[in-house]
């Protein structure tokens, strides 16, 4: 078997496992919401209201995609896709998970093994602006006009403070390698390997800059409704606006994994390193196929439960936190995380340098 | 059958040849420097096929230093635009005679 | 050993070619900025698939990511209106540079195609072996001697940006000055 026909499996169950997210996601989010605000919540579709998504899926495919008359037609379609892209695309250099042993070859979990993996990742994400904006100017309407080029300037601001906390982290890691990064987090050292003991500030505001790169509360100025009705997304209905928020949750889990490689481990399961794991399976007389699939599997149910966890602050900032206001959101991207995140690669800059000439 | 050298080369220059064209037939201001991007972005495709072929990096770390300077150039030069525009209203070049009398 | 161009990368190059050429035909500035960033981007990737993964990214992250967004947010503030492609009474304009840059991409197609033809012969160097030389370290090591003052050069260029465009955005610093002088 060679390696792109490996990959080629790989993306599809991907492209699966992303939309799985999204209706559970729908349910958690709503509950959630109903169980903060000590409401009942959507809980008359099925048992406990789980099927809640499917009918919201129903009906967003089964309404009318209006398209205002003195809108850009080919644009105001594009946008919605322009949405969805970027998360498929970013995901795929995630380790989901260690290697397969196929015939004596290692297939490692990584639908595309690129050896820079974190630019990689920065470069498809930086390219969720585009939705945005496209939306904002091609529905003709002030206010996603006002959306969009709101949108595009936040995710800007708030991408120069992630160039700037990448740098130390690279300094740390020494490699732009997103699977390096995982294993040199390897479990057999313990919690402490994890990145979020290692650089612990850069974590923080890395993760700030991720509530704001995906629109997500409490920095969703670009369709803050109680001013700009819906921001970007006013004009559209039925499945385009779902693309929309497809595409929002997708780059929620995708944001999420990023976070989890980075300073959770990745797919490292705690105290417990690949070989020994693999050995604890191969001793219950398992194949050495068999025992490493089930080695990398529950490598990923790992990083699935890493990723829940991310996924559910996401939840719980957005209905405790109220919306910050626009001159507010800059000053904190500007003046609070980009000054942080410089100071933290001085910082790491000093501490590398004595750390390397110690050892 | 091509290599892929010239493949690569084949086609940067032919980016390069629709950049000159733009900027040469096209009025609009931004236009003109979106050409000169493409342009840019010919040479860049250049350098990587060269830099590939020789299998060293010096062709890549000119490409890093040319998109840092098109950085600048864009940030540059948009501004200068948008404080043209908030004076006369246009962007369009032709509207700039200023010295014909 | 040459090594003829793959599917994906005629594709690719296709792709790149057309919106290249939408950038310079579309009527609506806007739709220019949005080709120019497919452009870009579709460049990003065929420097993916020759392995030169850093310049790929690179390249996405600040062309396709960072510069068309400025040039689309620009257009879109400016609310330009779609403009003319051909402007009656320039005829000889368009035909001239078409003809010049036709005669200039033929000639360096017929100059430089064959020479490179003969390189191709001794290329000697295996494709994972040239791919694999630009990494992101090897770039850095080049970048960090042999190209060490236009490094450096590129970085005062840039920060004197920076001071260019927050003067140039500063509405009427002069007028503004004269007023609190007045007051």
């Known amino acids: 078997m060679s390696q792109l026909l490996w990959s080629s499996l790989l993306v599809p169950v991907l492209c699966a496992f992303l939309l799985t997210w999204i209706p559970v996601m729908l349910i958690v989010e709503r509950r959630a919401a109903a169980w903060m605000q000590r409401r009942s919540g959507p809980n008359r579709v099925g048992p406990w209201g789980l099927m809640q998504p499917m009918s919201d899926a129903i009906k967003m495919i089964f309404k009318e995609a209006n398209i205002p008359r003195k809108a850009h037609r080919i644009l105001f379609v594009l946008a919605p896709a322009l949405a969805v892209l970027p998360p498929f695309l970013a995901m795929i250099v995630i380790p989901l998970g260690g290697s397969v042993n196929i015939n004596g070859q290692e297939y490692a979990l990584q639908a595309f093994n690129v050896n820079v993996g974190l630019l990689f990742y920065l470069a498809i994400t930086s390219l969720h602006v585009y939705s945005v904006l496209t939306a904002g100017w091609a529905s003709n309407n002030k206010f996603s006009l006002m959306g969009g080029l709101r949108a595009s300037s936040q995710m800007i601001s708030y991408e120069i403070a992630i160039g700037i906390c990448i740098v130390s982290l690279v300094m740390t890691y020494g490699t732009l390698d997103l699977r390096e990064i995982v294993k040199l987090q390897e479990a057999g050292a313990g919690l402490p390997a994890w990145g979020f003991a290692l650089q612990p500030i850069v974590f923080i505001v890395l993760w700030v800059c991720t509530f704001a790169e995906t629109n997500r509360l409490p920095f969703d100025l670009p369709e803050g409704e109680s001013e700009l009705v819906a921001g970007y997304h006013t004009e559209y209905s039925g499945m385009t606006f779902g693309m929309f928020m497809l595409g929002e949750y997708a780059a929620m889990v995708a944001a999420s994994a990023f976070l989890a490689t980075l300073f959770l481990g990745g797919y490292n399961i705690p105290f417990v390193s690949e070989e020994a794991l693999r050995q604890v399976f191969l001793d219950q007389g398992l194949h050495l196929t068999l025992a490493s699939a089930a080695t990398a599997l529950l490598q990923f149910a790992c990083l699935i439960l890493k990723i829940c966890f991310f996924m559910w602050v996401f939840v719980w900032v957005r209905w405790t936190l109220p919306r910050f206001r626009y001159d507010q959101l800059m000053d904190l991207g500007w003046k609070i995380l980009l000054p942080i995140g410089v100071a933290n690669v001085i910082g790491t800059m000093i501490v590398t340098y004595f750390l390397k000439r110690g050892g | ?101 | 050993m040459t090594v003829s161009p793959t599917f994906l990368q005629w594709l690719l190059g296709a792709v790149t070619l057309a919106l290249a050429l939408l950038v310079i035909l579309g009527r609506n500035p806007v739709v220019s900025a949005i080709s120019l960033m497919g452009t870009l981007f579709s460049t990003g990737l065929i420097f993916f698939s020759v392995g030169a993964q850093f310049v790929g990214a690179v390249q996405i992250l600040i062309y396709a990511g960072a510069i068309s967004v400025l040039f689309i947010f620009v257009v879109m503030l400016l609310d330009l209106r779609p403009t003319r492609v051909r402007i009656p009474g320039r005829a000889p304009v368009y035909v001239f540079s078409f003809v010049v840059c036709a005669l200039f991409f033929v000639a360096a197609i017929l100059s430089v195609l064959p020479v490179l033809r003969n390189l191709g012969a001794i290329e000697i160097l295996g494709l994972s072996e040239a791919g694999l030389d630009q990494g992101p370290v090897a770039i850095s090591m080049q970048l960090l001697s042999k190209y060490m003052i236009p490094f450096q050069a590129t970085a005062l260029l840039l920060l004197a940006a920076v001071m260019g465009v927050v003067v140039l955005g500063k509405k009427n610093m002069l007028s503004e000055r004269k007023q609190s002088e007045q007051k």
């Open chain 2, 1 to 101: 059958m091509i290599s892929e050298l010239q493949f690569l080369v084949g086609l940067g220059l032919a980016i390069f040849s629709v950049g000159v064209v733009g900027f040469l037939t096209r009025r609009n201001g931004l236009i003109a420097l979106m050409c000169l991007e493409l342009m840019l972005n010919g040479v860049n495709l250049c350098l990587v096929s060269f830099s590939r072929h020789h299998g060293n990096a010096e062709g890549s770390a000119l490409v890093l230093l040319i998109v840092l300077v098109a950085a600048a150039e864009a940030a540059l030069a948009l501004s200068l635009f948008v404080s043209l525009y908030r004076q006369s209203g246009s962007v369009e070049l032709d509207d700039f005679r200023l010295l014909k009398g």
